[in-house]
């Protein structure tokens, strides 16, 4: 048996671990250990990789996301559209502001809002939008983007999944409009090793509050104009980030090789004709450096499957994951707005369906053939 983890960091450690020390010791050395150089140094590269003017770096991917709805003044009687299937921030982020968090539906092969649904959950009430790139592939955002734009709607980008991707022409995400927010919690496309975040803007007016927000509103210190919170990044995060994030391009390209890798082996052992389906890519004939940037590697099976092949899997040694058990919708701290089961199918049908194979940019191909061999065994037994 050959254990295959959901994710290997001390491959990709042991390579980084000289260069990392030495970035540690130079932030302890300057004792300079809230914002500063190391910080400036990474929100320049941020806001140049995807494509922005400014980057302003947080405390995390949720404050990323907290900070961007304080900055456009959204709050009590507003209302903000989200995804119903995506990890918790988005959402809790708009309740925390005292705004409503409106779900619309998922499309089912990309997993991402759907915007045919979004344009009905439209009121007069409605602040903004706040996409999601889920799993590493880009919400349709020319779409969103346009309804949005009818609708006089803030566009702020959940990127925490997916820094790097593209869509055509050629933009990254994060830059679509509005805000972007990226997160470097370990597991991310860019992993810290702790928290942190980043926002991403090209609009002078937001990257400025968004800095103030990040000191608890203050200028010049002990004054204070708006209302903020603690929301800034370590040094020591951001140095290990800066040592990181020259080697990104070449892990997401890893990311997708692996992706291609699975897609060659499921075609060899018929799994698609077995009923465990690939993720699919979008954008993936439009000649893009990274459509997709394989976050998270999902495959979908008959609901009555997915337990019992994760169960499979576990006892052969590999690790997988279920993004995300409960939509939103359904979860206990939402009750009061006032959901049931079968107001979002999509969501409801992929949270019953899918689940996150092992793929990380260290992977073996011998970890990839074994993922794939204990698939097939599930189906033949
Ligand atoms: C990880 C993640 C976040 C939150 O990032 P943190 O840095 O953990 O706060 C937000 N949205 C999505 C979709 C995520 O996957």
Not at 288 to 309: K, M
Request: proline letters at 6%.
């Amino acid at each position: 048996m050959i254990n295959v983890p959901s994710l290997n960091l001390k491959a990709q450690h042991e390579i980084l671990q000289q260069e990392i020390l030495e970035a540690i010791e130079r932030v302890i050395r300057s004792q300079r250990f809230i914002l500063g150089e190391e910080v400036e140094m990474l929100e320049e590269r941020i806001a140049a990789y995807s494509q922005c003017r400014y980057a302003v770096g947080v405390s995390s991917g949720t404050d990323a996301l907290l900070v961007s709805l304080m900055a456009l003044g959204i709050g009590w009687g507003d209302e903000v559209i989200t995804t119903p299937y995506s990890f918790f921030s988005a959402a809790g982020s708009i309740a925390r502001v005292g705004a409503k968090p409106v779900f619309t539906d998922i499309d089912p092969c990309t997993y991402n809002l759907d915007p045919s649904q979004m344009e009905r959950a439209i009121t007069s009430r409605t602040k903004a939008v706040i996409p999601v790139h889920l799993f590493g592939q880009c919400a349709d955002m020319p779409a969103i983007l346009e309804i949005s734009r009818r609708h006089g709607l803030k566009v702020i980008e959940d990127a925490a999944q997916a820094l790097g991707a593209e869509y055509p022409p050629s933009r990254r995400v994060g830059s679509s409009a509005g805000l972007g927010c990226f997160s470097f919690y370990p597991t991310k496309n860019l992993g810290a090793m702790g928290d942190g975040g980043m926002v991403v803007t090209s609009d002078p007016d937001l990257a400025q509050k968004v800095r103030l927000l990040r000191v608890h509103g203050s200028q010049p210190k002990y004054y204070h104009p708006l209302i903020g919170g603690n929301f800034r990044l370590d040094a020591l995060q951001a140095a290990v980030l800066n040592v990181k994030f020259r080697y990104l391009d070449e892990w997401i390209r890893k990311r997708r090789e692996r992706a291609r890798h699975y897609k060659k082996l499921f075609q060899g052992a018929r799994l698609e004709e077995k009923g465990c389906r690939l993720p699919k890519e979008i954008h993936a004939g439009a000649g893009l450096a990274h459509g997709h940037t394989f976050n998270q590697f999902i495959v979908r099976v008959p609901q009555r499957e997915r337990d019992p092949l994760r169960t499979h899997l576990g006892a052969r040694g590999v690790q997988t994951e279920i993004y995300y058990p409960l939509p939103l919708h359904l979860q206990e701290c939402f009750a009061y707005l006032g959901h049931k089961a079968g107001d979002f199918p999509q969501a409801e049908s992929a949270a019953r369906e899918t689940l996150a194979l092992p793929l990380f940019p260290e992977m073996t191909q011998d970890q990839q053939e074994s993922v794939v061999e204990a698939i097939a065994e599930f189906y033949s037994s």
